[in-house]
């Protein structure tokens, strides 16, 4: 497993933007696929966008396509969350995670994921 600590969650405006951190340890950082989740008050955690190891595609919740990029520096051993147009739903406790055998089929599930960070709380005024 690896450790994480996100870093980046803040309040904004209503149509801002935010870049969420995630620094790993370890040193096979790049053949873990990465992942971001987030909960709301009440709510489940819930898939935001995935980067793969073996090929880094990307994959995202419908709700954030087009607003959100993933991203990944393999020599810093960091995950990046670009987050813009921010809307009041998007407001929540965001997670890092990691695991070495996420694939296509399981990666929207966090049950999945071996490996979590503390979270970063992100809050959108309206």
């Known amino acids: 497993q690896v450790q994480l600590v996100e870093s980046g969650g803040g309040l904004v405006q209503a149509g801002g933007s935010l870049r969420l951190s995630c620094a790993a340890s370890?040193?096979?950082?790049?053949?873990?696929?990465m992942g971001w989740f987030r909960q709301a008050p009440g709510k489940e955690r819930e898939f935001v966008a995935t980067i793969i190891r073996s090929t880094s595609s990307t994959y995202y919740a419908d709700s954030v396509k087009g607003r959100f990029a993933i991203s990944r520096d393999n020599a810093k051993n960091t995950v990046y969350l670009q987050m813009n147009s921010l809307k009041p739903e998007d407001t929540a406790v965001y997670y890092c995670a990691a695991d070495r055998f996420v694939t296509i089929p399981t990666m929207k599930n966090p049950a999945y994921f071996a490996s979590w960070g503390q979270g970063t709380q992100v809050t959108v005024s309206s």
């Open positions: 370890g040193r096979t950082f790049s053949s873990y696929a």
